[in-house]
T-cell receptor, first 119, second 113 residues
Framework: ETGVTQTPRHLVMGMTNKKSLKCEQH?????MYWYKQSAKKPLELMFV???????ENNSVPSRFSPECPNSSHLFLHLHTLQPEDSALYLC??????????????????FGPGTRLTVT | GNSVTQMEGPVTLSEEAFLTINCTYT??????LFWYVQYPGEGLQLLLK?????DKGSNKGFEATYRKETTSFHLEKGSVQVSDSAVYFC????????????FGTGTSLTVIP
């Protein structure tokens, strides 16, 4: 496997279900991200992990619970979701700019996404 | 604060037409600028980037020049193909905010034969 992989690619779940999305990066990066992409809305950053530590949580509801056991793997645990949570969930990875202000550009590499439908 | 504004679509062009997708930005520090492309059913792929003023990023016939004086990073291609049909996202990464990206809303491009 190369790049960033995500499983499953498609997921349909009821509002009472519990499921998890998985992301794995094979690029040797140390920062990972979850984004939500909804139709006709801007890409929304949900969570950021640097060196396995969560550094960003953009006011995401607690029914979304991220987990980053190591720099290569990222999970998004889902429970008690609402229909408006239906979207494409994208994982990305990058090198981290550490410390902040280092004038280098580290682009993000994206996985193919998981298309989630909540019924 | 940081933000990216790109032209609204959808854009429909005939094959071999000239493409411009406008992108302007605001940033508090010294941003790097990116264009990403998303083909149907896929994630975002980096198309090109520029890290400082007057840099030109280029890839697959697409070009964009980092213009600090006009805070712009417009995407251009001289002759589009049907295979270029996709959604294009302009983005910035500001060194003062670590590795957070700011994306535009995306511009859908359809190229017809």
């Amino acid at each position: 496997e190369t790049g960033v992989t995500q499983t499953p690619r498609h997921l349909v779940m009821g509002m009472t279900n519990k499921k998890s999305l998985k992301c794995e990066q094979h690029l040797g990066h140390n920062a990972m991200y979850w984004y939500k992409q909804s139709a006709k809305k801007p890409l929304e950053l949900m969570f950021v992990y640097n060196f396995k530590e969560q550094t960003e949580n953009n006011s995401v509801p607690s029914r979304f619970s991220p987990e980053c056991p190591n720099s290569s793997h990222l999970f998004l645990h889902l429970h008690t979701l609402q229909p408006e949570d239906s979207a494409l969930y994208l994982c990305a990875s990058s090198q981290d700019r550490w410390p902040k202000g280092t004038p280098l550009s580290y682009e993000q590499y994206f996985g193919p996404g998981t298309r989630l439908t909540v019924t | 604060g940081n933000s990216v504004t790109q032209m609204e679509g959808p854009v429909t062009l005939s094959e071999e037409a000239f493409l411009t997708i406008n992108c302007t930005y605001t940033a508090t520090g010294y941003p790097s600028l990116f264009w990403y492309v998303q083909y149907p059913g896929e994630g975002l792929q980096l198309l090109l980037k520029a890290t400082k003023a007057d840099d030109k990023g280029s890839n697959k016939g697409f070009e964009a020049t980092y213009r600090k004086e006009t805070t712009s990073f417009h995407l251009e291609k001289g002759s589009v193909q049907v295979s270029d049909s996709a959604v294009y996202f302009c983005a910035l990464s500001d060194t003062s905010t670590g590795n957070q990206f700011y994306f535009g809303t995306g511009t859908s491009l359809t190229v017809i034969p």
